[in-house]
């Protein structure tokens, strides 16, 4: 019977792997133990004939056959011949572009809510006080208003006033005729009506004085002008205008502009 | 040297130059023949699944991780398509019966053809696991640092295996009288 650990040993010998000790250990428990010899005999024959058998040699054309059963082109680098589908859209795919994607949406989003922001605001904003006549001019001519039509046909001044509205802007068109020299007088609430402008078109001599809410002006021969006011949203607005010929009175309307 | 070398061929094959595959065929293909023959003991099955071995490994570079030994990696293949191989084969215990010793006498000596061709068939009368433990050792001189590496198993597993198995083919030549001359 032939005690474990010296099975062992024997091994680890066979090995080389045995340390000093442990040799002398196991030659010694060897030379005591025939088991152990026979053992240790027929392992060291096992090892010995499969150590010395030779190593087999392959085919000469293996290496050959291996070459021939792979595909030489499974890894092979794509060359890029110029602009492809495919580089776009691997491009796009690439997971890195997400601050790309995100950058873009933001673009998208911003003109978007600035072209809303535009529609919203212009809306009530369309008339250019400072360019009445452009916002005039621009306009659809179907959406200005003409709040007044009035003929003059005295035997002294003959003429038209007209009183036209586009939302808050609100202007009269005025063509006065006389042989004499007239007066005209317009008066407003300041708080409804703010004046803009005086356009002439056609003034010989034309005296103009706006002072308080109050416009006079002195003219004679024809005149064609227009008389430019921006009217208070919330307010409904009115005008009186007066016209005079040496003092006297020839024509007195008052005009009322809704809110 | 060669296991640095190994994974810069693989990188290189991987960029698509075939011919850092072939190198490493070169390299290993003997090693891996005589590890599968040495498994098998027949020489066509040998050429065959190491072929299909090589294949195996060029179609699964990727997966190879080079914080691994390049060998080992290959060598596993090479056990498990060669076991693989022989259980669908099923090469039969039946050697174990029909052999018998060449001669009964223990004085007389054989050539070393001879006795190869028995120690050969010695070890395919082992289970495949004791004889792939043999193989390994003895044939492709691996430490048993190694062998733990490519089998999977603890270090202290593969000796206590090793041990055995050199045990059950020792008793096997004993008993067919092959032995060394010395």
């Not at chain 1, 024809?222 to 009175?249: G, M, P, R, T, V």
Request: charged share 25%; with cysteine; net charge positive.
């Amino acid at each position: 019977m032939i005690d474990k650990k010296y099975i062992q040993l024997i091994h680890k010998k066979i090995d080389g792997e045995i340390g000093p000790e442990e040799r002398s250990n196991v030659q010694d428990y060897l030379s005591q133990n025939a088991e152990a010899r026979a053992v240790f005999r027929e392992l060291m024959d096992a090892t010995e004939l499969m150590n010395r058998m030779p190593p087999v040699e392959p085919p000469r054309e293996m290496t050959h056959r291996i070459m021939q059963s792979i595909d030489p082109s499974r890894y092979r680098v794509k060359v890029k011949t110029g602009f492809r589908f495919s580089q776009v859209t691997s491009w796009f795919l690439a997971p890195n572009r997400k601050p790309a994607y995100a950058f873009a949406m933001g673009l998208i989003i911003g003109f978007v809510l600035y072209a809303a922001l535009i529609v919203v605001f212009f809306k009530g904003q369309s008339i250019n006080l400072t360019d009445v006549y452009g916002t005039i001019s621009n306009v659809d001519k179907k959406t200005i208003e003409t709040v007044n039509t009035t003929p003059l046909n005295t035997p002294q001044l003959k003429g038209q006033i007209d009183l036209k509205r586009l939302e808050e802007l609100i202007w009269f068109e005025i063509s006065l005729q006389s042989d004499n020299r007239y007066d005209l007088t317009l008066t407003f609430n300041e708080d409804d009506l703010k004046f803009i402008a005086y356009r002439p078109s056609r003034a010989a001599q034309i005296n103009f004085v706006n002072q308080q809410g109050t416009i006079k002006l002195i003219a004679s021969e024809h005149i064609d002008f227009d008389l430019f006011f921006n009217k208070d949203k919330d307010a409904q607005a009115y005008c009186n205008l007066e016209l005079s010929i040496s003092e006297k009175e020839v024509y007195r309307e008052q005009f009322q502009i809704k809110k | 040297m060669f296991e640095n070398d190994d994974a810069r061929l693989v990188q290189k094959c991987l960029k698509g130059r075939i011919q850092a595959f072939e190198t490493l065929v070169l390299r290993h293909q003997k090693t891996i023949f005589n590890l599968v023959y040495r498994m098998c003991n027949d020489y066509d099955d040998a050429q065959d699944i190491t072929q299909s071995v090589f294949i195996k490994v060029y179609e699964n570079l990727k997966s190879y991780k080079s914080r691994y030994k390049f060998y080992s990696w290959i060598y596993r293949i090479a056990i498990n398509d060669t076991i693989n191989h022989l259980m669908k084969k099923k090469h039969s215990t039946g050697l174990k019966e029909t052999f018998k010793a060449i001669n009964s006498d223990p004085s007389e000596t054989y050539n070393q053809r001879e006795i190869s061709t028995h120690v050969q068939r010695a070890l395919m009368m082992l289970n495949s696991d004791y004889r792939t433990l043999l193989v390994l050792k003895h044939f492709q001189d691996c430490s048993y640092q190694e062998m733990s590496q490519i089998l999977g198993i603890a270090e202290k597993t593969v000796k206590s295996r090793l041990y055995m198995a050199r045990q059950q083919l020792a008793k096997i030549l004993h008993k067919q009288g092959i032995k060394t001359n010395d």
